[in-house]
């Protein structure tokens, strides 16, 4: 299997301009799950998805942030205006189930998103 | 609810020297427990998971780490550091029924020749 997909793998873009970033999970994988990781802050939930259907999205930061899984192997993550706090490694991992807290979860290599 | 305190920000250690990274946890019921490995530019990968079977789990590259309910931790140890385990170290933990974790600050281990 290829493993989680994301892209781009690096986006530099300037404030106030829309971000798109992309997830192929695994396929038959049914939770989905998108992260930040920031020096300051370390690795932070955003939103996660079980077979297609937000589950929790209160880790998002602002309502400048959105998320969509309009299918099983496909998410995209959205900020729109993107300020330069925004600025960060964003993670997509899937597991194989929904709900069992000893799934290992497989993460992507990530999108290092600059916002100047 | 659940979190999650890596003791040390950088740990360095000789190449053959032994690896203790250590984690606590914070929980209201027994929580299942897991050590994710980060190299540079890279995703995290799972390096060894406790999940309420036995005490002391062995992972890849020859990790292990031991659940220790009364004291809360679940330290990660190698017997001897290569320069191959050069990377970030994430203790997160889960709580029974669901799927979310909840990572440590991380801790950076530095291999030195």
């Known amino acids: 299997d290829a493993g989680v997909i994301q892209s781009p793998r690096h986006e530099v873009t300037e404030m106030g301009q829309e971000v798109t970033l992309r997830c192929k999970p695994i396929?038959?994988?049914?939770?989905l799950f998108w992260y930040r990781q920031t020096m300051m802050r370390g690795l932070e939930l955003l939103i996660y998805?079980?077979?297609?259907?937000?589950?929790?999205d209160s880790g998002m930061p602002e309502d400048r942030f959105s998320a969509k899984m309009p299918n099983a192997s496909f998410s995209t993550l959205k900020i729109q205006p993107s300020e330069p706090r925004d600025s960060a490694v964003y993670f997509c991992?899937?597991?194989?189930?929904?709900?069992?807290?000893?799934?290992?979860?497989?993460f992507g290599p990530g999108t290092r998103l600059t916002v100047l | 609810a659940q979190s999650v305190t890596q003791l040390g920000s950088h740990v360095s250690v000789s190449e053959g020297a032994l690896v203790l990274l250590r984690c606590n946890y914070s929980s209201s019921v027994p929580p299942y427990l897991f050590w994710y490995v980060q190299y540079p530019n890279q995703g995290l990968q799972l390096l060894l998971k406790?999940?309420?079977?036995?005490?002391l789990v062995k992972g890849i590259n020859g990790f292990e780490a031991e659940f220790k309910k009364s004291e809360t931790s679940f330290h990660l140890t190698k017997p001897s550091a290569h320069m191959s385990d050069a990377a970030e170290y994430f203790c997160?933990?889960?709580?029974?029924?669901?799927?979310?974790?909840?990572f440590g600050k991380g801790t950076m281990l530095l291999v030195s020749p």
């Open positions: 406790y999940t309420s079977a036995a005490t």
């Open positions: 997160a933990v889960s709580p029974p029924g669901y799927s979310t974790l909840t």
């Open positions: 998805f079980n077979n297609n259907v937000p589950i929790d």
């Open positions: 396929s038959g994988h049914n939770s």
């Open positions: 991992a899937s597991s194989p189930s929904v709900g069992r807290g000893t799934d290992t979860q497989y």
